[in-house]
């Protein structure tokens, strides 16, 4: 039973250029969150998406940042018109069902540089 | 406010030595709380969680913590580290209601001399 996966590993990026960011969820998982981790910092929510719905966004930048889970396929993090601040890992996890006490699984991370 | 305090950024123990990492929260509502372990360039992997049950709970790799209501502290603890938990740990909070927001602390990043 294969993890959550994430694509590609490593990202880089000019300034300006357009970051896309894949995630699929562990096999039976219909709930992924997004998080970021910014250099010596811990992992800090970004959104929480169900297939084709957006649940929770508090956590994502109101500008330039968007998520999606389509009916099919991965769960897509975009960030649009990168800036040096971008520059972090983002991690995706997977849940079967939504609830504070329900065990999120992470994948490895999408380590973005932005030059 | 939902928070997570993580007291040391940097525990350094030797091979065989017990091992204690701190974390204390703070939630309005019933808490639940996990513990995550990274290793280096690598993903999250849960290690124990605690959802309201027994106080006393046990992880993988001879890992287990204590949930202690009344100091608000969910302590990481094992009692002989290997060079192999040298990695960076989270304690994590979340409660009812928030939809599986985890709140992470900053972390803590253990080192084991031989």
């Known amino acids: 039973n294969a993890g959550v996966m994430q694509n590609p590993r490593h990202l880089v990026r000019r300034r300006g250029q357009e970051a896309r960011l894949r995630c699929s969820p562990m096999?039976?998982?219909?709930?992924v969150y997004w998080y970021r981790q910014l250099p010596e910092e811990g992992l800090k929510f970004m959104v929480y998406?169900?297939?084709?719905?957006?649940?929770?966004e508090s956590g994502m930048p109101k500008e330039r940042f968007s998520a999606e889970f389509p009916k099919e396929g991965p769960s897509i993090l975009r960030i649009q018109q990168v800036v040096r601040g971008d520059s972090a890992a983002y991690f995706c996890a997977s849940s079967t069902i939504a609830g504070e006490s329900d065990t999120q699984y992470f994948g490895p991370g999408t380590r973005l540089t932005v030059l | 406010a939902q928070s997570v305090t993580q007291l040391d950024s940097h525990v350094s123990v030797s091979e065989g030595t017990p091992v204690l990492l701190r974390c204390n929260y703070s939630s309005s509502y019933s808490p639940s709380l996990f513990w995550y372990v990274q290793h280096p360039n690598k993903g999250l992997q849960l290690l124990l969680k605690y959802t309201s049950a027994a106080t006393l709970v046990k992880g993988i790799n001879g890992f287990e913590a204590e949930f202690k209501k009344s100091e608000t502290s969910f302590h990481l603890t094992k009692p002989s580290a290997h060079m192999s938990d040298a990695a960076e740990y989270f304690c994590?909070?979340?409660?009812?209601?928030?939809?599986?927001?985890?709140?992470f602390g900053k972390g803590t990043k253990l080192s084991v001399k031989p």
């Open positions: 998406l169900q297939k084709e719905n957006i649940i929770d």
């Open positions: 994590v909070v979340s409660w009812v209601g928030s939809q599986g927001n985890l709140i």
């Open positions: 096999k039976g998982h219909s709930h």
